[in-house]
């Protein structure tokens, strides 16, 4: 059954294609198509973050399409971790004012002594910005839905728990909103840019353990 | 895109989603015995009594006469599956009582307001529940009681001993991180300062973009709670002996955490009524428990026995069975023996 999911998971991630969590400037008139990024930070966790990004220069609606994968820091860097596959799409242009949404697929990872637990999800942001070719300011919200998680259990925690029932859940596991803003610089093909805001649970109440986010980033355009 | 390509991105999509959502079995993270054990009203096989309007995981071991001894868990939310080397008093002829205080471990739990709703009155109910815990396993009046509390457990036996200084005979107090609610705010903080970077510290912050629950879904939280990991540096529980333990009890954490915080609860309070024994332990390789510490806190105390338990962590003066065996075990038993 997991590998029936993983693998009918994998069209999909391709079909999105890959979109690291691109904070572009969407008013730089570079021609270059590829994007490059490297981003450090803080998102449930300290992360450190690489992406790539295609731009497709459709007059109307201009799009970036990628790949991002993150990991948080610790002593085992590969047991959690995090792809994201999507789209950046500009939808509306008014002045140096624009409009942008970022929809990825997002499949996790978390390991430790008690479980390892896999998550196909969904984020969506839309961000509002003001866009000048040497720099930019915006706001963002967003939503990241975990839609459907496998668990596995260790031996150590069935030693807690026995009858602990391993396998996919569903409906949704998880779901968090989050909101802030990010700024950039742009000079000679590349960027860099600075995330910050903060992050609340579904319920509007709940905050996770770390309740902010914040982002470095830098891209290198080819 | 051509329409086709679009056509075939749809099907493939919607294909996607079906097997997704086909092929979980239909489990839900909040669903009863499902990824947390399930508690005493949810499951009438676990060992129960009935208490101060709460249902709780609880048994008793040794003579029915006998003195005895209520070990009290720590947490708040933790249960007494680790205490259970306490077990081996039923053989010098005590009465040894365990139980999981209410929405902790396997026994019932209930809504965060019915806590914070009390305000600093929550702390007495958990007071309210040892009392009736007390009565339900007394068998005579002149029955004598010794509280046997460890980390919160021993907060709470403190507080009880001022509370009601005449109904105990005799405390065995096990690192309670503070008293007063500076001492323990000081204490967490020290105990849990991890490193940004540690896994440990990364691993709890990630496990929040899979799961996510709302304030009284206690399935969801007590999960999330028993998935940090068990092993701390600092206070070397679980690195020396490993601890066992059923379920946590986030809601009730969460809950005594935030009235603690808003009405700076001191556990000290009455104390100085109470003058049966005490016998203090304190963990050599517990980092944040100096022997500076061990004094602040035994300060609060009338005429202490401090006893600092060598080669061991927090957990490990009870749960390491060379140091419980032969130098915690022999120290308590010295003390019933001389009520």
Partial sequence: MKNIIYKAALPLLLILNT????????????????????NIGAEYG??????????????????????????PSGNNLLDDFKVKAGANVRWVKVSDFQFSTIVQGVFRRFENENAAIANFGLDMTGIVGYYRPKWFGGVEVGFDKAIVTHFRHTEHYKEIYPDVKNGWYEPATGGNFYYGIQAGYTFSRQDMYVKLGNIVSQDFKTKPLLPFYVQIGYNYKL | MTVSKKKNVAVAAFTLLTLLFSCTDGRTIDGPGNLVPKTVDQDSSLPSIFANGAMLHSEAFGPENGTIVIALHGGPGGDY?????????????????????????????????????????????????????IAHYRKNPGQKVVLLGHSWGAILASGYAGKYPDDIQG????????????????????????????????????????????????????????????????????????????????????????????????????????????????????????????????????????????????DGIITNSNAWNNQTKPKIINLIEGL
């Fill in chain 2, 81 to 133: 599956r680790y205490l259970l080397n306490a077990k081996d008093l039923a053989t010098e002829g005590f009465r040894v009582v365990f139980y999981d205080q209410r929405g902790s471990g396997l026994s019932q739990r209930f809504p965060k307001k019915s806590y914070t709703s009390l305000g600093a009155g929550a702390a007495d109910v958990m007071y309210d529940e040892l009392h009736a815990v």
């Fill in chain 1, 46 to 71: 300290v992360v450190f973050g690489l992406g790539y990004g295609y731009k497709l220069n459709n007059k109307l609606f201009p799009m970036t399409v990628g790949a991002g994968f993150s990991v």
């Fill in chain 1, 19 to 38: 979109v690291n969590a691109q904070t572009i400037n969407w008013g730089s008139a570079s021609k270059e198509k590829h994007i490059l990024n490297a």
């Fill in chain 2, 171 to 314: 405390l065995v107090l096990c690192e309670p991180g503070g008293l007063k609610w500076n001492d323990i705010e000081d204490y967490v903080k020290e105990s849990r300062s991890f490193k940004l970077w540690s896994e440990i510290l990364n691993d709890a912050a990630y496990m929040d973009q899979f799961i996510s629950g709302k304030e009284d879904q206690h399935e969801i939280l007590d999960y999330k709670m028993s998935m940090l990991a068990s092993k701390n540096d600092i206070t070397g529980e679980g690195v020396f002996d490993p601890s066992m333990s059923w379920r946590s009890g986030a809601v009730v954490m969460d809950a005594l955490f935030d009235v603690g915080e808003k009405y700076n609860i001191d556990f000290s309070q009455g104390l100085q009524n109470y003058s049966g024994p005490v016998l203090f332990f304190y963990s050599e390789r517990n980092k944040a428990y100096p022997d500076s510490w061990a004094q602040k806190i035994t300060s609060s105390y009338y005429h202490p026995t401090i006893v600092k338990i060598s080669g061991v962590g927090h």
